[in-house]
T-cell receptor
């Protein structure tokens, strides 16, 4: 079973729409959670960390449910510039003291005018 | 801003060639990583290093080796390139790895084609 599972999409939404992405992780020992964003033909970049209490950064809201091993990302008032692939990422230590990141395959979002 | 530089954006090699992919970071980060990214498979960890001359296997190390002789430089080596190693290779670095909110900084990637 994959460490991190995401719906690959694609999600095609109009500007101004609200869109939600979901992600599940298989290992309950996972310690930290993130959303990364990857633009076409570019490298991934950290969008936001995800905290147990849920957190918000402008139009973006991330939620974590440890009991269900479920992570979500909500984007409100979508902009054209939000078009990208969103990667769900979990971290846990495995053997060494260095935390290792496990990436989902990504969910593709296209926002149209 | 942290800069992670990969030596080539595009590379074309022949089957059986020895291939070196170079990565340099300029922020004195302790940890460096090599991933490959393939459509439908996402990012997969090949090798990582948490100190000079230290390395650990990731999830798909077969057919690869690495070298970290200096803190800022982490090289990925394909001893004998094969067509199934055609992929986008991404190098990344992070500061300590001990923090639970560790941020990875990625290079812009090397698209390797093995013919």
């Amino acid at each position: 079973r994959k460490e991190v599972e995401q719906d690959p999409g694609p999600f095609n939404v109009p500007e101004g729409a609200t869109v939600a992405f979901n992600c599940t992780y298989s290992n309950s020992a996972s310690q930290s959670f993130f959303w990364y964003r990857q633009d076409c033909r570019k490298e991934p970049k950290l969008l936001m960390s995800v905290y147990s209490s849920g957190n918000e950064d402008g139009r973006f809201t991330a939620q974590l449910n440890r009991a269900s091993q479920y992570i979500s990302l909500l984007i409100r008032d979508s902009k054209l510039s939000d078009s990208a692939t969103y990667l769900c990422v979990v971290m846990r230590t495995r053997g060494s003291t260095l935390g290792r990141l496990y990436f989902g395959r990504g969910t593709q979002l296209t926002v149209w005018p | 801003d942290v800069k992670v530089t990969q030596s080539s954006r595009y590379l074309v090699k022949r089957t059986g060639e020895k291939v070196f992919l170079e990565c340099v970071q300029d922020m004195d980060h302790e940890n460096m990583f090599w991933y490959r990214q393939d459509p439908g498979l996402g990012l997969r960890l090949i090798y990582f290093s948490y100190d000079v001359k230290m390395k650990e296997k990731g999830d798909i190390p077969e057919g690869y080796s690495v070298s970290r002789e200096k803190k800022e430089r982490f090289s990925l080596i394909l001893e004998s390139a094969s067509t199934n190693q055609t992929s986008m290779y991404l190098c990344a670095s992070s500061l300590t790895g001990a923090s639970t909110n560790e941020k990875l900084f990625f290079g812009s990637g090397t698209q390797l084609s093995v013919l």
